[in-house]
């Protein structure tokens, strides 16, 4: 059974730095895509990054050079640094996997094709 289990989130100032771990139980990178998204309060949720399984990055133009994933094949876990946070990176974060997709950018596939999803992990930015 697949799991998808996120953990790193936080409370930092404006201008400091976290990194978000996803622990993928049961999901090869090989299997399909993966992403981060967020949502924040009262909006809709957003893709932050996706990486397909060429390792290849898709990042959303709000956290282009200072947002950077990566992944460790040994211990199956993608991992999301964050650094230069603004207080409009608050947000609950989701990691999620695509099984059999095996291109994709931040926008694409819709988020409705991510069939894997983690619980979440909230990251607050104080100003």
């Known amino acids: 059974q697949v799991q998808l289990v996120e953990s790193g989130g936080g409370s930092v100032q404006a201008g400091g730095s976290l990194t978000l771990s996803c622990a993928a139980h049961?999901?090869?990178?090989?299997?399909?895509?993966m992403a981060w998204f967020r949502q924040a309060p009262g909006k809709e949720r957003e893709g932050v990054v996706s990486?397909?399984?060429?390792?290849?990055?898709s990042y959303a133009d709000s956290v282009k050079g200072r947002f950077t994933i990566s992944r460790d094949n040994a211990k199956n876990t993608l991992y999301l640094q964050m650094n230069s946070l603004k207080p409009e990176d608050t947000a609950m974060y989701y990691c999620?996997?695509?099984?059999?997709?095996?291109?994709?950018?931040?926008?694409?596939?819709?988020?409705?094709?991510?069939?894997?999803w983690g619980q979440g992990t909230q990251v607050t930015v104080s100003s």
């Open positions: 990486v397909d399984t060429s390792g290849s990055p």
């Open positions: 999620a996997a695509a099984g059999a997709i095996f291109w994709c950018s931040v926008t694409d596939p819709p988020q409705y094709e991510y069939n894997y």
């Open positions: 049961e999901f090869a990178f090989s299997s399909g895509c």
